[in-house]
């Protein structure tokens, strides 16, 4: 079983659309991250979230962390082409704080 | 400031071989993790050097082994390649063992053929 569920695991959308795509699991963690990764590339961290309901804004992309700290979404506003790519999430547990837990991403395309 | 460096980029090597991959950490950053991402998956940990001692594992066979060197850079080992290590192995680094995020490179490609 997947620790971290990522939905949807596709996404193809018109520029300019709103898209939010989700992140959760039945562990509890101490922080979760969300990184983007393009063909060829390795990930990009683009936020980090540790307190439960936390909220943080990056120009058009906001990240919520659940009150439980259990899951988190990621809304992109009027998306563009090149927010292209592989949007990952990635939690560290307080026991295991060495290693990430990551989903298996949403692919996301947008078209022109 | 320099990011994360991994070499070589692409490597095709045949089954029963050994590979080793290698990775210069971002200046400043003591923790160096190693991830595999098999196609179509997301990263999975395999081990994290934290000042030259490795301090955690996941759940990856003893052929699989790492250094850390003074200068924080790494190296990862597999040993008897099998044609399921076929992969994208990521080098990442970080100042804090992985609470507030990772710096990644781009990774070596390995095809096991």
């Known amino acids: 079983t997947q620790l971290l569920e990522q939905s949807p695991q596709f996404l193809s959308i018109q520029e300019g659309e709103n898209l939010t795509v989700y992140c959760n699991s039945s562990?509890?963690?101490?922080?979760l991250q969300w990184y983007r990764q393009e063909p060829g590339e390795g990930p990009v961290l683009l936020v980090t979230v540790v307190t439960g309901g936390e909220v943080k804004k990056l120009k058009r992309l906001t990240f919520q962390f659940g009150d439980a700290r259990k899951d988190s979404s990621l809304h992109i506003t009027a998306a563009q082409p090149g927010d292209t790519g592989l949007y990952l999430c990635a939690g560290a547990r307080g026991g295991s704080n060495y290693k990430l837990t990551f989903g298996k991403g949403t692919l996301l395309t947008v078209n022109p | 400031e320099t990011g994360v460096t991994q070499s070589p980029t692409h490597l095709i090597k045949t089954r029963g071989q050994q590979v080793t991959l290698r990775c210069s950490s971002q200046?400043?950053?003591?923790?160096v993790s190693w991830y595999q991402q098999a196609l179509g998956q997301g990263p999975q940990f395999i081990f994290q050097y934290y000042r030259e001692e490795e301090n955690g594992r996941g759940n990856f066979p003893p052929r699989f082994s790492g250094l850390q060197f003074p200068n924080y850079s790494s190296e990862l080992n597999v040993n008897a390649l099998e044609l399921d290590d076929s992969a994208l192995y990521l080098c990442?680094?970080?100042?804090?063992?992985?609470?507030?995020?990772?710096?990644f490179g781009s990774g070596t490609r390995l095809t096991v053929v």
């Open positions: 990442a680094s970080s100042s804090d063992r992985a609470h507030y995020g990772y710096t």
């Open positions: 200046s400043g950053h003591n923790t």
């Open positions: 562990s509890v963690f101490s922080s």
